[in-house]
Structure formats: structure tokens, C-alpha cells
DNA sequence: TTGTAAGCGTTATCAG
DNA sequence: CTGATAACGCTTACAA
């Protein structure tokens, strides 16, 4: 095992003393040309690369960015997780997943972020769904840490990334409505989240807008995935006829896949017997039968813009005592449109229903 | 802006030594009971938490673990993550991801792996589909430093965990050739993947064995993704009727599902025209139409097992010079089990297609 | 433009 | 069981 190289022993290699080695490896202007590329000429030789850890704890920074995610099955995570490092891998900067594993047996979910905060391991933080630690962040941004949310706030006191969850169950359950269904049958997300919650209020909204009365039976708790789909399903295909709703509206697409496969297990054709729409636009969208009708969210644009809100704030100098919140200056939060990608799930007649999934959606897509 | 406590804070509040201090938050045991616990009780009164840097510094370890993952557009990613983090967030390990953004734009993949190398930034290595890497893991490995390949690798020149996709491979297409089929179609993965041969080989030896002979034009290229699923199957539905394959068997999933798209396309019915049979068991898998008959491959476990495999290697002691390769002691080498989940798609008659796709698989799913 | 020297916050060695 | 003191590898005033 070969002897490590620190900063002295190029120092030394190439005659110059080691801050001068610093100099060059900060890009500093104020070093001369011979003397860096000297410099540089050793370093390349003898594969040097400075410890990171030696560095932030001279310089009092850090190059990590720390990510917070709850559940992975989700498939949005993995989205965001790749419009971050499609823009973090061009940086110096490298990404900490602290992924509090969803299981109801996770003790303390504010241990993580005391981990993050304490700890100087990383110089800022992204926080997905972030509700239960929405306190936890105000608190971090408003002492200075850099911090931005995704999805799932509201008031702008940290920067965050969202879509309009609103607008968008409003205008999947109005597509609906325009289809001529009037009972309506909304299945939720898990109540921790903001979006859940939104969604349902978009759903809400549009009902009220056609001035359709809310049944409360037509509004099922659910938790994004599959399985709470298919038994929100099943019991609303067992209700009385009357009650029966003729449409569903899902807080996401894979709540859909389980409605999916319950109105299968009911002999029940979609949209004929029942129409179905749902939320996130996931890969496998376009390919369950019928053609999933859903709402768009751009998930890796959400995390491509994360991080690139975060990185302006880790750039800026430390000794800089101007805080990160200024009374002038607004704090960044963008939202991000969705939209109604209509296929054959909601029963509107549609050209070529899979025309809409385009490779263009996915970047990494061979076109 | 709080002035950060440090140990020499901590260690002057509790009127001990910052030696005493670091001894009991290394839970060493030669601290006496009580003074361990005044220093405990003054720790947590003012939310102190060391600086992993300057610990890292100074031990000369790190508390991160690297992970290296190509194209997270694959599914199987995220479940591998799932598993690695499931572990890790018992442990003092952090995970850090370094995903080479597939794009063919990137330059130098091998940049990633001296990234991790030279910087001792993390302490071990997981890598994903290493194969593009294979020689520089060697290396490394060789020199002491704790690596874990998942997948994609053959000779056991680091410690690596795989399913055997070869027999996997086999076993999907014995069980078309079981159903009557005879001509039956292969598209790949990316050639740059063993995984891909591997599942290729698998392919070719179930022919082999039931005596049928190759046909060329029945095996295709493609990238593990829906397109190339997609093309592939126009392509091969564009032979002319004698040649046309009636099964298909790709190398994932997704590209499982670009045939079921591409069938629809051209108004066949699956399995009844084409039968069809992916690789990978992702979970859209048993709600697309008709649910699909496919190789399950346990992602979870294998990221699970792969940190479990690391874990001990990072907290072998450093100055234990005995290197991690013993002549005696053979390098380990996981290999876990695929199963033959059988669906509709392969036309194998199925009482309850669904019935296969239990909660059990995926343990973060609600019962 | 370059070098000297004092930290950064922790661990490790070695006395007591 | 406890406490000085010297590292760890790098950055950064401050000098030259």
C-alpha cells in the first residue's frame, strides 16, 4: 500500500513551499505561471489528490451536500435524485443521501436532521417532503445553512422547488368533470404530506367549481403506493351502486397501477366501467393497460432546479456575514407547472394515446 | 449565528480533559462511570456533535461510503440503494453517490474511480455494474481498500454480489420452449455490461439444450430500456411471417414493456400472438397488460448484502497490516438466487396472475 | 510572487 | 482512569 502523498511532499517535489502547492490547487491568480505549471506538472505525475477532509477543516467548509428523502419507493425520488447529480457532478460538490427509511420503526426522524445540523458534514442541505422537518429547516435557514425543499411547503420561509399539487389534482378532476363523471372518487396520499393534502384540495375545488356535492365516502386515505390503491378501489367497488363512484382520481400513478389491478380482479374494463386518473406521469405510465391518463410532474427538473438554488448559497463567501436572508431580497421559491397528459385511462378519446410519452420526457432515453 | 461548540468547550463545561471528552464519545471503556456520564449529560445539554472531518483527520478514517452507480434510469438502482440504506442508517456510515451520468457526453469514467481513489474521502466502495471498471477495482481492491462490486462481475478478484443471470436467463427461456415455442427472440442489453451477455448466454443455452437452432435475426441489441424494447419488437415484427419469432424473451423489463407497447401498436395481442417474458421483476411488472411473466431479481437484497459485505472490511483495524487478501482466506463472493415469476405474458395459464406479487417482496410496501 | 507559522477539531501516544 | 502534547493535511493571515 503506497505511502500516501500529502500537499509537503509536493511542496517539496516541485521546490515551492506548500502553500504556494495550495495556491495552485485553489486556483489562485496569485501565483506565476512557471511556478504552477511546475507545480501542477508534479501533482499530475504523482496522481496527488488532497484530502477533502484535511481542506474543509482548514477552510472551516465542506464539499457535501446532504440530501434528505423519505421512502425510495417512490419512484419521483429517483427522478429527483438525477436532475441533482446530473448538475452536481459538474461541481466539486458531492452528494450524502440520508434516506430515513420510511418503516414505522424509525424512532426519531429528527435525529436526522440533527445529524445533518450539528455535524459540519455537509454545507447545505436538500430536503424532499420535507414536512416533518419544516420547523427543523426554517430554523437551520434563518442560522445561515444553506437549505432548499422540495415539494411540500408552503409558506416561503426556505427556499424550495414544488409544483402547483393544487392546480393539478384541480385539472385532472375538471378533465374528469368535462368527461360528464360526477361522482368522483379522490384516493389520498399519506396525510404527513403537504402534497397529499393539496391534491385532495385540488380534487375538492373542482368538484365545488361544477358544484358537485363531496361524498365523503368517495375520499379514501391511501399512502402512494400500489396496494393502497387497489384496496381504495375495492372498497369503493363495493359500495352500493348508487354510491359507486364512476371515475377515480389518485393521488399517484401507482395508486393508479393497483386500481388498475382491482378493477381487473372485478371484471371491471377501464375506462368503459370505470375511468382512472392519476398523478406523476411515472416511466410505466404509458405502458399499463389502458394508457394511464395522469398528471405531469417534472421530477428531474424539480431536482435539476434544487440544486441549482443550493449551489449559488454554498459558493458564497464564508466570511461574508451578509445572512442569507435579506429583508429585501425575496427568498427563492419557484414552482414548477405540471400537466395533463390525457391517454386512454380516463376514457377521452384519444388519437394514438401513447403518442404523448415522448423519449423527449426522459432525457436519458435513446430517442 | 451560534458559535459552534467544540470538544474543548464540552471538555472545559464538564471540567475534564478533551482527551476524557473524545474517549467517551468513542465509547471507549476506560472512562469512569461517572465522569462519563457528567460529559454525557453536558454533550447533550448543549447539542453538541463532533466534527467527523477533523475526526477523520485525525484517526485517519472516514465515516462515508462511496457508492458508484451508473444510469438511474434502471429500476433495479434504486431498490439496490433501498437495500444499502436499510443497513446504513444503523451504522455511523454515511453513503456518498457518485452516479456516472450516462450521457455519452461524459468524458472520463475513469476520473469517477480516481476520484474516489485518490481523495480518501470515503472509506469503502460499492460499486454498481462495475464493468467499465473491473481493472481499476482490482487495483484498489488489491491495495487494501474495502470494494464491493454488485453485479457484473465473473472472476473473483474483489469481493462482488451477483444473481446468476445466466441461469436466470435459462430458466426464462426453457419455460417458453416448455409452452411450444420455438422461435424465440433475444433482445439485449448494453454490450458494455456483463449482466447483458450473461442473460444472452443464458438465452442461447436453453436453445442449445432443447436442440433449436439460433437464429441471428432473433437476437437483437438494445440498452435495457423501453425504447429498445420497443424497436426491437418493430423489428422483429417486421420479419416476414415465417421468421417472425412468436416469444420474446429481453433482457429487462422495461424493455418488456416497450414490446407490450409496440404489440398494441401493431394490433397483437399478447401472449396470444407473441408471448413474452422480461428479466428484473420491477414493480409496475404485475399491473401492466397482461401482467408480465419475468426473472425476479432481488435488488434489495443485493444492495443489503453488499454493504453487510463492506461493513467489516471498514472497521477492520488500520493498523492491522494484514492486508484484506489472504491467500487463505478466499475473497467472498455472493451469488443470490433469481426466481421464475410467472404471469400472464408468457401465456403459461395462471389461476391468479396477480396472486405472485405478494407485499413480501417488497418489504416497504403496507401488507 | 512566495514563504512562515498559526490554527481547524479531533485522535493517539505516553506519562502520571 | 486521566491529562498533556504531538500529530492529521490543509488553508490563510501576515511577512518578506
Redesign the interface.
Known amino acids: 500500500?503506497?505511502k500516501?502523498f500529502t500537499i509537503v511532499d509536493i511542496a517539496r517535489l516541485a521546490g515551492v513551499s506548500r502553500t504556494t502547492v495550495s495556491r495552485v490547487l485553489n486556483e489562485r491568480p496569485d501565483v506565476d505561471r512557471e511556478t504552477r505549471e511546475k507545480v501542477l506538472r508534479v501533482i499530475a505525475e504523482h496522481?496527488?489528490?488532497?484530502?477533502?477532509?484535511?481542506a474543509?477543516?482548514a477552510a472551516g467548509r465542506?464539499r457535501?451536500v446532504g440530501m434528505v428523502v423519505p421512502?425510495?419507493?417512490w419512484?419521483i425520488?429517483?427522478?429527483i435524485?438525477?436532475g441533482i447529480?446530473?448538475v452536481i457532478?459538474r461541481t466539486d460538490y458531492?452528494?450524502?443521501?440520508?434516506?430515513?427509511?420510511?418503516?414505522k420503526t424509525t424512532p426519531d426522524r429528527s435525529d436526522i436532521i440533527?445529524?445533518l445540523?450539528?455535524?459540519?458534514?455537509t454545507a447545505g442541505i436538500i430536503a424532499v417532503f420535507p414536512s416533518y422537518f419544516t420547523e427543523q429547516l426554517t430554523r437551520l435557514y434563518q442560522?445561515?445553512v444553506p437549505v432548499v425543499a422540495i415539494d411540500d411547503q408552503q409558506e416561503q420561509r426556505v427556499p424550495w422547488v414544488r409544483v402547483d399539487n393544487i392546480s393539478g389534482a384541480r385539472q385532472a378532476t375538471r378533465h374528469l368533470i368535462g368527461l360528464g363523471h360526477t361522482r368522483i372518487a379522490h384516493i389520498m396520499g399519506p396525510v404527513e404530506y403537504l402534497a397529499s393534502h393539496d391534491r385532495a384540495t385540488g380534487y375538492q375545488q373542482a368538484l365545488q367549481e361544477a358544484s358537485i356535492t363531496p361524498d365523503a365516502d368517495l375520499l379514501l386515505p391511501g399512502?402512494f403506493?400500489?396496494?393502497?390503491g387497489r384496496d381504495g378501489a375495492e372498497q369503493l367497488f363495493n359500495l352500493p351502486p348508487e354510491q359507486r363512484p364512476t371515475a377515480i382520481f389518485t393521488a399517484t400513478d401507482?395508486q393508479a397501477?393497483?386500481v388498475?389491478?382491482a378493477a381487473?380482479?372485478h371484471g371491471m374494463t377501464v375506462p368503459r366501467d370505470i375511468a382512472l386518473v392519476g398523478f406523476d406521469d411515472?416511466?410505466?405510465s404509458?405502458?399499463?393497460?389502458?394508457p394511464l391518463t395522469t398528471v405531469r410532474q417534472p421530477a428531474f427538473e424539480m431536482g435539476h432546479t434544487a440544486i441549482e438554488l443550493l449551489l449559488p448559497m454554498l459558493d458564497r463567501d464564508p466570511d461574508d456575514d451578509s445572512a442569507l436572508i435579506q429583508p429585501d431580497v425575496p427568498i427563492p421559491c419557484i414552482q414548477l407547472p405540471t400537466s395533463l397528459i390525457v391517454r386512454a385511462s380516463c376514457g377521452a378519446v384519444v388519437n394514438e394515446a401513447?403518442s404523448t410519452w415522448q423519449?423527449a420526457d426522459?432525457p436519458?432515453?435513446?430517442?
Open positions: 500500500m503506497p500516501k496522481g496527488y489528490v488532497p484530502n477533502p477532509a484535511a474543509g477543516l465542506s457535501l421512502s425510495f419507493t419512484p425520488i429517483p427522478e435524485i438525477r447529480a446530473s457532478s458531492e452528494l450524502v443521501l440520508y434516506s430515513f427509511n420510511d418503516e440533527n445529524k445540523l450539528g455535524t459540519q458534514l442560522q445561515g399512502d403506493l400500489p396496494t393502497s401507482q397501477y393497483g388498475l389491478a381487473e380482479a411515472d416511466a410505466p404509458a405502458f399499463v393497460h389502458p401513447r423519449p426522459y436519458h432515453f435513446e430517442a
